[in-house]
């Protein structure tokens, strides 16, 4: 640890702040909203009634929250999402964190917005299984959800578009800047131990993490094979069968980090540090197809540990989000 004390000169700290937030690294206060999808009180509350409303899925047993559960950091712990009769997805359930500020989504970027994105879940035959027209068709059948859409939307049909749309209003309420690390970029030196700031030093530098993890959000939205020899799953070649894109997903945020685990699109890493060496020192081996800036950083254990410390610095306090207990009738 001893070689690595010349960092926290105060020199070095109060440059490598105003860099920070020079490049964006400071969280708007303003949540974008789409100028078709304003936000009201009423549409967001019903969002939230249907986000945790099991009845949305074709046996009544799953809902958003199953995959997006608040108390696993909005994701669910498992290494591929689990719906409908217990079927089990390709992929890895990310966090809804802070995706108010997204401009794409799925790991696969498949989707352009959170309206879209709410949609398809709901409709996956591996996820909630329920077709967009027979959901409008039962919840049109519940006389207290016809309200709620009438309070939110004046009207009392249902209808696709208003499903989706009060759902993604709800989820651009899933905001949070509340870490130890946002408190330390906006002036609490004391917010972080020098283990934490030598971790954070790291990931500038030597690790050149922030080249994909930058910004408020800690992601650029790039898409890259990160060496994960998956050949299962290729991610956004599936779409575009372009080879660029052969076994790219989507660079994901890293708040949160800590409660996310396992990780990755496939899930197939059980913990931080194996997830930081990975990323530091090139993928797995061998391998044939790797992003090019995806490369062996040469990352010790020890370097690998202090960026670990850094990152549990990204765990924000749990928002104060009451989950319903009881729905419309």
């Known amino acids: 640890m001893k070689k690595y004390l010349f960092i926290l000169s105060q020199v070095i700290f109060i440059s490598s702040l105003e860099a920070l937030i020079i490049n964006g690294w400071i969280q708007p206060k303003n949540i974008p909203f789409p100028q078709d999808n304003p936000p009201t009180k009423e549409k967001i509350e019903l969002g939230k009634l249907?986000?945790?409303?099991?009845?949305?899925?074709?046996?009544?047993?799953?809902?958003?929250?199953?995959?997006?559960?608040?108390?696993?950091?909005?994701?669910?712990?498992?290494?591929?999402?689990?719906?409908?009769?217990?079927?089990?997805?390709?992929?890895?359930?990310?966090?809804?964190?802070?995706?108010?500020?997204?401009?794409?989504?799925?790991?696969?970027?498949?989707?352009?917005?959170?309206?879209?994105?709410?949609?398809?879940?709901?409709?996956?035959?591996?996820?909630?299984?329920?077709?967009?027209?027979?959901?409008?068709?039962?919840?049109?059948?519940?006389?207290?959800?016809?309200?709620?859409?009438?309070?939110?939307?004046?009207?009392?049909?249902?209808?696709?578009?208003?499903?989706?749309?009060?759902?993604?209003?709800?989820?651009?309420?899933?905001?949070?800047?509340?870490?130890?690390?946002?408190?330390?970029?906006?002036?609490?030196?004391?917010?972080?131990?020098?283990?934490?700031?030598?971790?954070?030093d790291i990931f500038l530098n030597e690790g050149r993490c922030n080249s994909c993890h930058n910004g408020f959000n800690f992601t650029n939205e790039s898409f890259n094979n990160v060496g994960l020899n998956d050949t299962k799953d290729l991610g956004v070649y599936e779409l575009n069968k372009q080879k660029l894109w052969y076994g790219t997903f989507k660079t994901p945020t890293l708040l949160d980090i800590e409660k996310t685990a396992p990780y990755f699109h496939d899930g197939s890493v059980a913990t931080l540090k194996e997830a930081v060496s990975l990323c530091g020192n090139g993928g797995r081996r061998p391998v044939t197809i790797r992003s090019p800036f995806f490369r062996d950083r040469e990352l010790s254990e020890e370097e690998v540990d202090f960026v670990v410390a850094f990152l549990k610095t990204l765990s924000t306090k749990e928002l104060n989000i009451t989950i319903p207990t009881s729905f419309p009738e």
């Open 50 to 200: 249907l986000f945790f409303d099991t009845r949305l899925s074709a046996n009544n047993d799953i809902s958003c929250a199953s995959c997006h559960d608040p108390k696993k950091g909005w994701s669910d712990g498992l290494s591929q999402a689990v719906g409908d009769q217990n079927k089990v997805g390709r992929r890895n359930s990310p966090t809804l964190l802070n995706t108010a500020y997204l401009e794409k989504y799925f790991h696969d970027g498949r989707a352009d917005s959170l309206e879209e994105q709410a949609l398809g879940p709901i409709e996956a035959e591996v996820e909630m299984n329920m077709p967009i027209e027979k959901l409008v068709k039962k919840l049109n059948n519940i006389a207290g959800y016809k309200k709620l859409f009438a309070k939110a939307f004046g009207q009392e049909e249902i209808t696709k578009e208003n499903i989706v749309k009060a759902i993604a209003s709800f989820e651009r309420t899933i905001v949070n800047a509340d870490t130890r690390f946002y408190r330390y970029i906006t002036g609490d030196e004391q917010a972080l131990s020098q283990v934490e700031q030598i971790g954070f």
